[in-house]
Nanobody, 123 residues
Framework: QLHLVESGGGLVQAGGSLRLSCEAS????????MSWFRQAPGKEREFVAT????????DYANSMKGRFTISRSNAENMVYLQMNSLKADDTAVYYC????????????????WGQGIQVTVSS
């Protein structure tokens, strides 16, 4: 099992940066693909980025490519999301999630979720 806790959210001006962290507890962290999703008010939960168990292979939603970077440390049970060039449209609650299943951009494939953290980008 995984217990996930996000941190690092807050209020930032458009064009600014934030770094989200997700601390995982559980001895099997390295078995899980880890991802970030986000959900804005009135919208469906949306895939943001994912990183494979090896910490090397990553993928991003198209609108995040070039602006966001996902990384992980299996030694420290941590996942990070560096967000640059933030836009007002990036305002949402961001969630860290873990899965051992295959369809990594589908939130329904994830078994473990953090509580979510608010990111607000002012224009």
């Amino acid at each position: 099992q995984l217990h996930l806790v996000e941190s690092g959210g807050g209020l930032v001006q458009a064009g600014g940066s934030l770094r989200l962290s997700c601390e995982a507890s559980g001895l099997t962290f390295r078995r899980y693909r880890m991802s970030w999703f986000r959900q804005a008010p009135g919208k469906e939960r949306e895939f943001v980025a994912t990183i494979a168990q090896n910490g090397i292979v990553a993928d991003y939603a198209n609108s995040m490519k070039g602006r966001f970077t996902i990384s992980r440390s299996n030694a420290e049970n941590m996942v990070y999301l560096q967000m640059n060039s933030l836009k007002a449209d990036d305002t949402a609650v961001y969630y860290c999630a873990g899965t051992i299943r295959g369809a990594y951009d589908d939130y329904r494939e994830y078994d473990y979720w953090g509580q979510g953290i608010q990111v607000t980008v002012s224009s």
